[in-house]
T-cell receptor, first 107, second 110 residues
């Protein structure tokens, strides 16, 4: 069965510090992985997907098949990055989400 | 993204009542989803549909049913609501690249 684990429910960093949100997955096939973000009082929106290998708002995520991880990183956190972050795994038409990590960036 | 809308946005009901949550989309996507969001549990998939003739159970379908009335409409029903169904419910569609979420419906079952 496919499963997504985000081990940290809460993460707090200071502005300008590096941040890493962890995501591990279990899936026997070739995964399609995503990071979604939910800012306060807004709907979920896509942040990035591993296929596109892009950087969005300074965030990057690399798929590590050996460690079955897809950690989200940003070298210098900003206060506006404070939000709820969800890692998600897609298998065909199905999409499964992790429990989420609430990131707080303190001034 | 105003292309995915949900009604109502908030609802308070009593145990045992039948409740329907509605979702409409103008994105022209075939694939639609219902999730519930609970603190500490993230989003869990209730049901999903590939087209009007296709309905699939997700992780937590017990106590819920759905209806795909048209490509643009996907409704979620709670036949007899119970307090542990109190949650934030999201509808989503899926295009070629990602999912697009509605604003959510906050349901409280007393």
């Amino acid at each position: 069965a496919q499963r997504v684990t985000q081990p940290e429910k809460l993460l707090s960093v200071f502005k300008g510090a590096p941040v890493e949100l962890k995501c591990n997955y279990s899936y026997s096939g070739s995964p399609e992985l995503f990071w979604y973000v939910q800012y306060s009082r807004q709907r979920l929106q896509l942040l990035l997907r591993h296929i596109s290998r892009e950087s969005i708002k300074g965030f990057t995520a690399d798929l590590n098949k050996g460690e079955t991880s897809f950690h989200l990183k940003k070298p210098f956190a900003q206060e506006e990055d404070s939000a709820m972050y969800y890692c998600a795994l897609s298998r065909g038409n199905d999409m499964r989400f992790g429990a989420g990590t609430r990131l707080t960036v303190k001034p | 993204d105003a292309d995915v809308t949900q009604t109502p946005r908030n609802r308070i009901t009593k145990t045992g009542k039948r409740i329907m949550l509605e979702c409409s989309q103008t994105k022209g996507h075939d694939r639609m989803y219902w999730y519930r969001q609970d603190p500490g549990l993230g989003l869990r998939l209730i049901y999903y549909s590939f087209d009007v003739k296709d309905i699939n159970k997700g992780e937590i379908s017990d106590g819920y049913s759905v209806s795909r009335q048209a490509q643009a409409k996907f409704s979620l029903s709670l036949e007899s609501a119970i307090p542990n169904q109190t949650a934030l419910y999201f509808c989503a569609t899926r295009g070629a690249d990602t999912q697009y979420f509605g604003p959510g419906t906050r349901l409280t079952v007393l």
